[in-house]
């Protein structure tokens, strides 16, 4: 389930919101200037459909979303259980570690969630607002915006990923470790 969690930006146990209810979630994160949408969800999604025919899917969206042209890159982050890889354990926490500590981007970051699930820790001070974004959630995150993002100890998604330059996912990292204090995405849908 979608969810949001608005926090102190200093101290994690200061919940402000927690809300499953899509549309207080769409108001509050447009009230912060946060783009959130759902798309409809594809039916039939397994392991074994190719990143082509998810990508033709949503093509009409896709589109309307890219109107203006601005995304020249638009691919699909793919990350699944695979249990007949002793490595993907590993591959894995190494993908998970990439983004778990606060950066910023030069543009907008903008996923739309196909399937399975995903947390924006986005630092809004004084809060910190989660939004655990799961299958047809849009969402981006504008330019500049410090944040952070945790995949769980299990990732398991498919992502459409909208870049306007080729290195448009490289991250600014600030060095501060406030991601460490807050809850980790098993945590927060726990809860
Ligand atoms: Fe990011």
Redesign the pocket.
Same mark, same amino acid.
Request: net charge negative.
């Given at each position: 389930m979608t969810l949001l969690q608005i926090m102190a930006d200093d101290d994690a146990g200061e919940v402000r919101l927690r809300t499953g209810d899509a549309s207080v979630i769409g108001t509050e994160l447009a009230g912060r200037g946060i783009e959130f949408d759902r798309w409809p969800a594809m039916s039939g999604l397994g392991a074994h459909i190719p990143n082509e025919d998810i990508l033709a899917h949503y093509a009409d969206r896709i589109a309307e979303l890219n109107a203006d042209g601005r995304y020249r890159h638009i691919d699909l982050a793919r990350l699944q259980p695979d249990d007949a890889d002793p490595q993907w354990s590993a591959k894995a926490e190494a993908a998970r570690g990439k +983004?778990l500590s606060e950066?910023r =981007?030069a543009e907008d970051?903008v996923r739309f969630f196909v399937t399975g699930r995903g947390c924006f820790y986005l630092h809004l001070e004084p809060e910190v607002v989660a939004v655990v974004c799961e299958g047809g959630d849009l969402v981006s995150?504008p330019a500049g915006t410090r =944040?952070w +993002?945790d995949m769980g100890t299990r990732p398991d998604f498919v992502a459409v990923r909208f870049f306007e330059e080729e290195d448009g996912w490289i991250?600014d990292f600030t060095g501060d470790e406030i991601g460490a204090r807050f809850p980790a995405l098993d945590e927060l849908i726990a809860a």
């Open positions: +983004f950066h =981007h970051e995150v =944040h +993002f991250g």
